[in-house]
């Protein structure tokens, strides 16, 4: 039974950082793709970043890029989302999911692609 919990959301002021976690299990995780996505209330799911498992190439949204950091630690199941200079419009459910297989780089920006999925944790940006 594959699990993905995620970890490390809380309430910061507008300019903080946050670092959020995702534990895997019940996968081979160095064989998977991680995902972040986030979901706002009453807006659709969105794309955050990605690291692939083939070579732990990254890929951003242009919303974070150069603001938020994905990393990964195979020996541990774990992918990281370091978030800096947030901002409100941040404020989201941020959930990290799992895509097997190999595909395009930026076919990861689909939820679609992926297999499995967390609960999420919450991330409130006050201004």
């Known amino acids: 039974q594959v699990q993905l919990v995620e970890s490390g959301g809380g309430l910061v002021q507008a300019g903080g950082s946050l670092r959020l976690s995702c534990a895997a299990s019940g996968l081979t995780f160095s064989t998977y793709t991680m995902g972040w996505f986030r979901q706002a209330p009453g807006k659709e799911r969105e794309f955050v970043g990605a690291i692939t498992w083939v070579s732990s190439s990254t890929y951003y949204a242009d919303s974070v890029k150069g603001r938020f950091t994905i990393s990964r630690d195979n020996a541990k199941n774990t992918v990281a989302l370091e978030m800096n200079s947030l901002r409100p419009e941040d404020t989201a459910s941020y959930l990290c999911?799992?895509?097997?297989?190999?595909?395009?780089?930026?076919?990861?920006?689909?939820?679609?692609?992926?297999?499995?999925w967390g609960q999420g944790t919450q991330v409130t940006v006050s201004s």
């Open positions: 999911a799992a895509a097997g297989g190999i595909s395009r780089l930026s076919s990861y920006s689909s939820s679609q692609r992926y297999n499995y």
